[in-house]
């Protein structure tokens, strides 16, 4: 049965070569702990050593021979005795040259070779792909072209970038012999495919190690792996020199545990830690650097961080509850008993009604928990934000939920769950039943790659699936025994999510249970695009409701 990583409050060994051994991506995690889920915080150990590879290759001109993973494997292991490991190589696999079979053969040797050590240890794996490589930060005079005599870290193949996607591409074929796979390669290469559009002078560290905005990617995509955490922003930790005093002091305590560490266990490359204390004496200096950057952190939460904006003319505000990320626009005309509008997937997105709503002194409230497929831990994370959400702003009790696309599994299965916080539903081309979508166990297409994940946070599997009654559509008669209002909008030609297998189920049965609801079918539409161009009719009804 796929299973979440549950990863909270666990300890988490992380191996790999220079990017791993530099831990920024690690300090950010642990300070996005620290800031926000300190009870929830896990315990992380870098033992990545630079020039390492997992293949035992090496290129001609490397001042020494690489070291690898599997020389120290074990006894870090044994050390760190960690729940979860997470391991990042590839870089120093191809040791820069064209794309080779043998190299790659070895390097996918080296991988799974190690999965099944750490697997039969009873530890779960999470591989990470490579990086990319930047040939344009790393300088054309140091890119050579194919058919060169030799290559390496410091003269390139020009397109080793491709290479890597080679890596990348295997890893990710590997998805049911390890417990985690996390992409790096193609968000960070999109990051710096955008910056350079914006800006075509823009370097990516040096070509080889991230700059802090690669550490972050990197960081963002390991709490959405290991912890179901979606975010889009950039903290201000990520903010180099310039990141809040209590991060440069977590991240100073970060890298001195490290290079102990990596002390204690060993590793094959000549170069050693040096200046640092011995294990006994690390302890006692991390406790102390911990209870600093803890203090400095308590006195910058005494100030209210709200990024205030505009949206489409109306003032934005941007902040975290609970380590999420929030967004609250408020009207220009304030409603007595403050009702409000939560979209609960694809913030500003076909947002023709949620802009009428707000003419009509709705606030417009967003809670990024995405990729959780309203599954009962985002059911109850939106229960607690509900909770201080009505607190912080004085909203009206009861809420209208958007519920688009995928969002109707949370829309519904929240008004299922707590009907006496919504007053009414607004859906559109909803997913009510996970096994039309994304599982396309009928007419839709599906998705597998999002099936995969669903199936994790749901905890079942193809076999238990049969028997599975989560869905929205196995929930329609709580939400209609509390006489919830609902306004249904659909495209007839929807093929990703067929409405005969989703939205029409829902009609029917609500209506033979004496539930309100309002159907919108528009002729010949597929599942984009969404809303109506005049959604008036949309506004009628919710704006009936309050």
Same mark, same amino acid.
């Given at each position: 049965?796929?299973?979440?990583?549950? &990863?909270?409050?666990?300890?988490?060994?992380?191996?790999?070569?220079?990017?791993?051994?530099d831990g920024l991506?690690?300090?950010?995690? @642990? /300070?996005?702990?620290?800031?926000?889920?300190?009870?929830?915080?896990?315990?992380?150990?870098?033992?990545?050593?630079?020039? !390492?590879?997992?293949?035992?290759?090496?290129? +001609?001109?490397?001042?020494?021979?690489?070291?690898?993973?599997?020389?120290?494997?074990?006894? /870090?292991?044994?050390?760190?005795?960690?729940?979860?490991?997470?391991?990042?190589?590839?870089?120093?696999?191809?040791?820069?040259?064209?794309? $080779?079979?043998?190299?790659?053969?070895?390097?996918? &040797?080296?991988?799974?070779?190690?999965?099944?050590?750490?697997?039969?240890?009873?530890?779960?794996?999470?591989?990470?792909?490579?990086?990319?490589?930047?040939?344009?930060?790393?300088?054309?005079?140091?890119?050579?072209?194919?058919? =060169?005599?030799?290559? $390496?870290?410091?003269?390139?193949?020009? !397109?080793?970038?491709?290479?890597?996607?080679?890596?990348?591409?295997?890893?990710?074929?590997?998805?049911?012999?390890?417990?985690?796979?996390?992409?790096?390669?193609?968000?960070?290469?999109?990051?710096?495919?955008?910056?350079?559009?914006?800006?075509?002078?823009?370097?990516?560290?040096?070509?080889?190690?991230?700059?802090?905005?690669?550490?972050?990617?990197?960081?963002?995509?390991?709490?959405?792996?290991?912890?179901?955490?979606?975010?889009? #922003?950039? +903290?201000?930790?990520?903010?180099?020199?310039?990141?809040?005093?209590?991060?440069?002091?977590?991240?100073?305590?970060?890298?001195?545990? $490290?290079?102990?560490?990596?002390?204690?266990?060993?590793?094959?490359?000549?170069?050693?830690?040096?200046?640092?204390?011995?294990?006994?004496?690390?302890?006692?200096?991390?406790?102390?650097?911990?209870?600093? =950057?803890?203090?400095?952190?308590?006195?910058?939460?005494?100030? @209210?961080?709200?990024?205030?904006?505009?949206?489409?003319?109306?003032?934005?505000?941007?902040?975290?509850?609970?380590?999420?990320?929030?967004?609250?626009?408020?009207?220009?005309?304030?409603?007595?008993?403050?009702?409000?509008?939560?979209?609960?997937?694809?913030?500003?997105?076909?947002?023709?009604?949620?802009?009428?709503?707000?003419?009509?002194?709705?606030?417009l409230v967003y809670?990024?928990?995405?990729?959780?497929?309203?599954?009962?831990?985002?059911?109850?994370?939106?229960?607690?934000?509900?909770?201080?959400?009505?607190?912080?702003?004085?909203?009206?009790?009861?809420?209208?939920?958007?519920?688009?696309?995928?969002? #109707?599994?949370? =829309?519904?299965?929240? /008004?299922?769950?707590?009907?006496?916080?919504?007053?009414?539903?607004y859906l559109d081309?909803?997913?009510?039943?996970?096994?039309?979508?994304?599982?396309?166990?009928?007419?839709?297409?599906?998705?597998?790659?999002?099936?995969?994940?669903?199936?994790?946070?749901?905890?079942?599997?193809?076999?238990?699936? !049969? $028997?599975?009654?989560?869905?929205?559509?196995?929930?329609?008669?709580?939400? &209609?025994?509390?006489?919830?209002?609902?306004?249904?909008? &659909?495209?007839?030609?929807?093929?990703?999510?067929?409405?005969?297998?989703? #939205?029409?189920?829902?009609?029917?049965?609500?209506?033979?249970?004496?539930?309100?609801?309002?159907?919108?079918?528009?002729?010949?539409?597929?599942?984009?695009?969404?809303?109506?161009?005049?959604?008036?009719?949309?506004?009628?009804?919710?704006?009936?409701?309050?």
């Open positions: 049965m796929l299973e979440k990583l549950n &990863a909270y409050n666990k300890t988490i060994t992380f191996l790999g070569d220079s990017v791993t051994n991506y690690i300090a950010y995690l @642990d /300070a996005y702990f620290m800031e926000y889920l300190p009870k929830l915080r896990p315990k992380f150990i870098n033992l990545g050593v630079s020039s !390492e590879t997992i293949s035992g290759l090496s290129e +001609p001109d490397h001042p020494w021979v690489r070291p690898c993973v599997h020389s120290r494997l074990v006894k /870090a292991l044994e050390e760190s005795k960690p729940d979860i490991v997470v391991a990042c190589y590839g870089m120093n696999d191809g040791i820069y040259y064209p794309f $080779s079979k043998e190299n790659f053969k070895k390097y996918k &040797a080296g991988i799974l070779k190690l999965v099944d050590i750490v697997k039969k240890k009873g530890i779960k794996i999470v591989l990470m792909t490579p990086p990319i490589f930047d040939g344009e930060t790393f300088g054309l005079q140091n890119l050579l072209p194919e058919g =060169a005599e030799k290559y $390496s870290y410091m003269k390139a193949y020009k !397109e080793y970038n491709a290479v890597l996607k080679k890596y990348t591409d295997w890893v990710k074929t590997l998805y049911e012999e390890v417990d985690g796979i996390v992409d790096i390669h193609t968000p960070i290469w999109n990051c710096v495919k955008e910056k350079r559009k914006k800006d075509s002078s823009y370097k990516y560290g040096d070509g080889i190690h991230p700059e802090e905005l690669g550490h972050w990617i990197i960081a963002r995509e390991l709490l959405k792996e290991l912890f179901n955490i979606t975010l889009t #922003g950039v +903290p201000s930790i990520v903010d180099g020199v310039n990141a809040p005093d209590w991060f440069q002091i977590l991240l100073e305590r970060h890298r001195m545990v $490290s290079a102990i560490w990596r002390n204690q266990v060993g590793h094959g490359n000549p170069w050693r830690d040096e200046e640092v204390p011995v294990f006994e004496e690390a302890q006692i200096l991390a406790s102390k650097l911990e209870l600093k =950057a803890e203090e400095l952190l308590e006195k910058s939460k005494e100030k @209210d961080f709200i990024n205030i904006s505009q949206w489409n003319g109306y003032k934005r505000n941007d902040f975290c509850f609970n380590g999420r990320e929030v967004i609250v626009i408020e009207p220009k005309l304030i409603v007595k008993g403050k009702p409000w509008v939560w979209r609960v997937e694809f913030f500003d997105s076909f947002a023709q009604a949620d802009m009428q709503m707000l003419e009509k002194g709705y606030y809670y990024r928990i995405s990729d959780m497929y309203g599954d009962p831990e985002a059911i109850q994370l939106m229960k607690e934000f509900h909770d201080f959400i009505i607190k912080k702003y004085l909203f009206k009790q009861k809420v209208i939920l958007f519920g688009f696309s995928r969002g #109707g599994l949370y =829309a519904f299965n929240y /008004a299922a769950a707590f009907p006496q916080k919504v007053l009414t539903l081309a909803p997913v009510l039943d996970i096994k039309s979508w994304p599982a396309g166990k009928g007419k839709g297409i599906g998705s597998p790659k999002k099936w995969l994940d669903c199936m994790k946070c749901y905890n079942i599997n193809e076999k238990s699936l !049969e $028997s599975f009654i989560g869905s929205p559509i196995d929930k329609i008669e709580v939400v &209609a025994k509390n006489k919830i209002p609902i306004i249904l909008v &659909a495209g007839d030609s929807d093929e990703e999510v067929p409405f005969e297998e989703n #939205g029409a189920i829902l009609v029917e049965k609500y209506k033979n249970l004496e539930g309100k609801i309002e159907l919108v079918i528009k002729k010949g539409i597929g599942h984009h695009p969404h809303s109506l161009e005049n959604p008036n009719k949309i506004v009628v009804f919710l704006t009936s409701v309050f």
